[in-house]
């Protein structure tokens, strides 16, 4: 729903136009706009009041004359307190509005804090409300965004709601649904049932749409119950199209044998704890690296999709194709920018991900000027590149990016990243003995507390509040079997726990990650006909949320947790909208 800003200015000039002494009846001229450069030149002169008023009055005028970037960047530049009242509301409808047309969910998040500070008119307030909710969702803010637009729907039933309000539940995990539950209207209780419902039923769509019914029966009247979201709609074309045998093509030998040890076991364990599948395993040695005598072969045995390769080379050749022989699930990533073989996905515990949602959940947080510290290899370049090009994307800058020698002491390279100029945060990629070096340093070199954002490789994967105490306050990101506590308030509520309790003993935590993901690649194998068929979808397992991308790369969305005591916490700021916000 959009509001248009030229109602009431017409509304205006007429009144105006009718008090003049030269009214002719019928006629209505439009007063030629005021230069916006010129306002905008007049601001700088005038007072906080004054100013504010002539920035807003010269990014309407742009954006009516198509200059629609500019007037973003000058409403986003406004000081809105300094506004009327009306003025205010006029701003943050303009503001959300460009902020989503010209693809700047932050700018929309701007605006919609006005929503906190005064009471809008009912209109106005649905329509800035609706694209807060969007807003949040792009800024992976789910649980946010679906509250806003429960919200907006509470209020107007609008049944074009379903599809946004499912895209952001379909992202929640247990605690997040929980503390939406808490919110008790009859409206989030069906969802939320819904969604649990949806999970439940896992690969087995003939299950799901035998209990919808029983559903529907409950939540009569549900906008959702009048119109299935259309992802759920859409699984109905695939009853009957099961995965009953799947072939895993992983190597029995050479450099990748131990990684491939540990992600059979994982995908060996779960489907022998039968969690809702009776599918086939064929396990084949793909280390020939000859995949279309493995296609062969997998398809001889009657396999039907193949979890494999492994080898990032292999993948890499792959994805150069136009198609593959059969639907694959890679369990790498390739070298390309994207993936163009139809039928093939790809999947793997991909480091530059989480230096992406590092990137996001400190923009989100506030900060705006970053130094990195990471490893002066190969991986570290990578990920240091993905780092900066998510940041600068969101619009933050780089302060220092330090590329640290592991054999050497943290002492200088903390300082370099500290200092000359002064960073608001510090992204940080280091395994578990380096990183504890690093915030006793940067104690030492920076004056004040340094907000501190590193990837999962610096958690060993068990407690040890004596000797990760040096990383009190880092936050970092990790897959939920790892942090059980701080992803979904303990290990009753993980994904696969029978699986989860099978294999936790491993002592390893890299080991324990890749059986994990053996766990979730079972899974997905198992909705391959899902994710072909159905853009999005989503599987909140073991390593985190997962979701297919648009090429086919599997994204994984993972909760976050702080050292507190030496000991991963929850962290308890949602994000965004502060600690006690609720859109």
Same mark, same amino acid.
């Given at each position: 729903?959009?509001?248009?800003?030229?109602?009431?200015?017409?509304?205006? $000039? %007429?009144?105006?136009?009718?008090?003049?002494?030269?009214?002719?009846?019928?006629?209505?001229?439009?007063?030629?706009?005021?230069?916006?450069?010129?306002?905008? &030149?007049?601001?700088?002169?005038?007072?906080?009041?004054?100013?504010?008023?002539?920035?807003?009055?010269?990014?309407?005028?742009?954006?009516?004359?198509?200059?629609?970037?500019?007037?973003?960047?000058?409403?986003?530049?406004?000081?809105?307190?300094?506004?009327?009242?009306?003025?205010?509301?006029?701003?943050?409808?303009? $503001?959300?509005?460009?902020?989503?047309? &010209?693809?700047?969910?932050? /700018?929309?998040?701007?605006?919609?804090?006005?929503?906190?500070?005064?009471?809008?008119?009912?209109?106005?307030?649905?329509?800035?409300?609706?694209?807060?909710?969007?807003?949040?969702?792009?800024?992976?803010?789910?649980?946010?965004?679906?509250?806003?637009?429960?919200?907006?729907?509470?209020?107007?039933? @609008?049944?074009?709601?379903?599809? =946004?309000?499912?895209?952001?539940?379909?992202?929640?995990?247990?605690?997040?649904?929980?503390?939406?539950?808490?919110?008790?209207?009859?409206?989030?209780?069906?969802?939320?049932?819904?969604?649990?419902?949806?999970?439940?039923?896992?690969?087995?769509?003939?299950?799901?749409?035998?209990?919808?019914?029983?559903?529907?029966?409950?939540?009569?009247?549900?906008?959702? +119950?009048?119109?299935?979201?259309?992802?759920?709609? /859409?699984?109905?074309?695939? @009853?009957?199209? @099961?995965?009953?045998?799947?072939?895993?093509?992983? =190597?029995?030998?050479?450099?990748?044998?131990?990684? /491939?040890?540990?992600?059979?076991?994982?995908?060996? %364990?779960?489907?022998?704890?039968?969690?809702?599948?009776?599918?086939?395993?064929?396990?084949?040695?793909?280390?020939?690296?000859?995949?279309?005598?493995?296609?062969?072969?997998?398809? !001889?045995?009657?396999?039907?999709?193949?979890?494999?390769?492994?080898?990032?080379?292999?993948?890499?050749?792959?994805?150069?194709?136009?198609?593959?022989?059969?639907?694959?699930? !890679?369990?790498n990533y390739g070298r390309s920018e994207r993936n163009r073989a139809k039928g093939l996905f790809q999947y793997g515990l991909s480091a530059e991900?989480?230096?992406?949602?590092?990137?996001? @959940?400190?923009?989100?947080?506030?900060?705006? $000027?970053?130094?990195?510290?990471?490893?002066?290899?190969?991986?570290?370049?990578?990920?240091?590149?993905?780092?900066?090009?998510?940041?600068?994307?969101?619009?933050?800058?780089?302060?220092?990016?330090?590329?640290?020698?592991?054999? +050497?002491?943290?002492?200088?390279?903390?300082?370099?990243?500290?200092?000359?100029?002064?960073?608001?945060?510090?992204?940080?990629?280091?395994? =578990?003995?380096?990183?504890?070096?690093?915030?006793?340093?940067?104690?030492?070199?920076?004056?004040?507390?340094?907000?501190?954002?590193?990837?999962?490789?610096?958690?060993?994967?068990?407690?040890?509040?004596?000797?990760?105490?040096?990383?009190?306050?880092?936050?970092?990101?990790?897959?939920?079997?790892?942090? =059980?506590? +701080?992803?979904?308030?303990?290990?009753?509520?993980?994904?696969?726990?029978?699986?989860?309790?099978?294999?936790?003993?491993?002592?390893?935590? %890299?080991?324990?990650?890749?059986?994990?993901?053996?766990?979730?690649?079972?899974?997905?194998?198992?909705?391959?006909?899902?994710?072909?068929?159905?853009?999005? %979808?989503?599987?909140?397992?073991?390593?985190?949320?997962?979701?297919?991308?648009?090429?086919?790369?599997?994204?994984?969305?993972?909760?976050?947790?702080?050292?507190?005591?030496?000991?991963?916490?929850?962290?308890?700021?949602?994000?965004? $909208?502060?600690?006690?916000?609720?859109?």
């Open positions: 729903m959009k509001i248009s800003l030229r109602g009431p200015l017409a509304v205006a $000039l %007429t009144a105006l136009l009718l008090a003049g002494c030269s009214f002719q009846p019928g006629i209505i001229e439009r007063q030629p706009d005021v230069d916006p450069e010129r306002l905008l &030149e007049q601001a700088a002169q005038q007072t906080p009041e004054q100013a504010a008023a002539s920035r807003l009055e010269a990014a309407d005028i742009l954006a009516r004359r198509g200059n629609r970037t500019q007037a973003l960047e000058v409403a986003k530049q406004i000081d809105d307190s300094r506004l009327k009242r009306q003025a205010r509301v006029r701003w943050a409808l303009l $503001l959300s509005e460009l902020g989503e047309t &010209e693809g700047d969910p932050w /700018a929309v998040i701007q605006a919609g804090q006005l929503l906190d500070e005064i009471e809008l008119p009912h209109e106005a307030s649905l329509t800035l409300r609706e694209r807060l909710g969007l807003a949040l969702g792009e800024a992976d803010e789910p649980l946010a965004a679906a509250r806003a637009l429960l919200r907006v729907q509470a209020e107007t039933e @609008r049944e074009n709601l379903n599809d =946004p309000i499912w895209a952001q539940l379909s992202r929640l995990d247990r605690r997040e649904l929980g503390a939406l539950r808490d919110d008790g209207d009859d409206l989030t209780d069906g969802w939320i049932a819904l969604t649990e419902l949806v999970r439940s039923t896992g690969s087995d769509i003939q299950r799901l749409f035998a209990r919808l019914d029983d559903w529907r029966e409950r939540y009569r009247g549900h906008p959702a +119950a009048r119109r299935l979201p259309a992802e759920i709609t /859409a699984l109905s074309e695939l @009853r009957g199209q @099961r995965v009953d045998h799947i072939a895993v093509l992983l =190597p029995e030998s050479g450099p990748l044998s131990s990684i /491939a040890e540990a992600t059979r076991q994982g995908i060996r %364990t779960h489907h022998l704890a039968g969690v809702d599948s009776g599918a086939q395993l064929s396990f084949i040695d793909s280390s020939s690296g000859n995949m279309e005598a493995l296609y062969q072969e997998a398809s !001889a045995l009657g396999a039907q999709v193949v979890i494999g390769p492994l080898d990032k080379d292999v993948v890499s050749r792959l994805e150069q194709r136009e198609r593959v022989s059969m639907p694959t699930l !890679a369990l991900d989480e230096a992406r949602q590092a990137a996001q @959940r400190a923009y989100g947080d506030g900060h705006r $000027l970053a130094s990195l510290l990471v490893p002066n290899n190969g991986w570290g370049r990578r990920v240091g590149d993905a780092f900066t090009d998510s940041w600068q994307d969101l619009g933050g800058d780089i302060a220092n990016a330090v590329h640290y020698s592991p054999q +050497a002491p943290a002492t200088e390279s903390a300082k370099r990243a500290a200092t000359n100029p002064k960073p608001d945060m510090l992204f940080l990629l280091a395994l =578990p003995d380096y990183a504890r070096q690093v915030p006793p340093n940067l104690d030492y070199a920076y004056s004040g507390d340094l907000p501190i954002y590193a990837t999962s490789h610096l958690f060993e994967g068990r407690r040890q509040p004596r000797l990760d105490a040096d990383l009190n306050d880092v936050m970092f990101a990790d897959i939920p079997w790892q942090i =059980p506590d +701080a992803a979904v308030g303990g290990v009753e509520a993980l994904p696969f726990l029978a699986s989860y309790r099978e294999l936790r003993d491993e002592s390893d935590s %890299t080991m324990f990650r890749l059986m994990a993901m053996g766990v979730d690649a079972y899974e997905l194998a198992l909705r391959m006909p899902q994710l072909q068929a159905i853009g999005g %979808t989503e599987l909140f397992g073991a390593t985190g949320t997962l979701s297919a991308q648009a090429d086919g790369r599997i994204q994984r969305r993972l909760p976050w947790a702080r050292f507190v005591d030496g000991v991963p916490q929850p962290v308890l700021s949602p994000g965004v $909208l502060g600690d006690d916000r609720t859109p």
